[in-house]
């Protein structure tokens, strides 16, 4: 079975500068990711996405890029701001089901 | 277009009694997914529905279920309710079973008592 692992359960980082946030996985098939924000008490909002036929994603101060033979991936978000402040999951998607990381706190300051 | 909608936002139940949640997903979508969330064990994964098929099924016990109707629409039930059911259940929906995004809704917080 996939298994998604987010390593750092929290990362601080001061407004302005960039936030990286880092996921591991074990699956080498083709493989979707997708990274998710969420706030306590809310269902996650929709990040950024990237496939594996890709390195690289980029959507406005979002980047997610994609090191196949590490089977690791990372969001940017540049420049960060206090309202990124939230819970960051990175999922794969397989066949109808999400598997997600267990979730890296970023708390941004201003 | 509408996003992922869930009723009720909030629910507490007895003890040994059971809940039926409900999910409406996005215009167009086909698979729905349940997720459970609690501080221990993070988002989990309970089932997945696409055109009124359970494809998919996590590890919870038969007394977590769930049904798709022809419009997509999904729901949950659970039935003799456990003091550790009190999560946030999250619906997510997508236009296909893979390599697309999930939306998920605002989820139900259940709180058994």
């Known amino acids: 079975d996939q298994q998604v692992k987010q390593n750092s359960p929290s990362l601080s980082v001061q407004e302005g500068r960039i936030s990286i946030l880092n996921c591991d996985y074990t699956?080498?098939?083709?493989?979707?990711f997708l990274w998710y924000k969420k706030y306590p008490a809310e269902g996650p909002t929709f990040l950024i996405s990237i496939s594996s036929i890709k390195d690289k994603n980029e959507d406005g101060r979002f980047t997610v890029f994609l090191n196949k033979s590490a089977k690791h991936l990372s969001l940017h978000i540049v420049p960060s701001q206090p309202g990124d402040s939230a819970v960051y999951f990175c999922?794969?998607?397989?066949?109808?089901?999400?598997?997600f990381g267990q979730g890296t706190e970023l708390s941004v300051k201003p | 277009k509408a996003g992922v909608t869930q009723t009720p936002r909030y629910l507490i139940k007895t003890r040994g009694q059971q809940v039926t949640l409900s999910c409406s997903p996005i215009s167009g979508h086909r698979s729905v997914s349940w997720y459970q969330q609690t501080p221990g064990q993070g988002l989990q994964f309970l089932f997945e529905?696409?055109?009124?098929?359970?494809?998919n099924k996590g590890n919870f016990p038969g007394r977590f279920s769930g049904r798709q109707f022809s419009n997509s629409r999904s729901e949950m039930n659970v039935s003799t309710l456990e003091l550790g059911d009190s999560a946030l259940y999250l619906c997510?929906?997508?236009?296909?079973?893979?390599?697309?995004?999930?939306?998920f809704g605002q989820g139900t917080r259940l709180t058994v008592v």
């Open positions: 699956n080498s098939m083709f493989d979707y």
């Open positions: 999922a794969h998607h397989q066949g109808g089901k999400l598997i």
């Open positions: 997510a929906s997508s236009y296909q079973d893979m390599n697309t995004e999930a939306f």
């Open positions: 529905y696409f055109s009124e098929t359970q494809r």
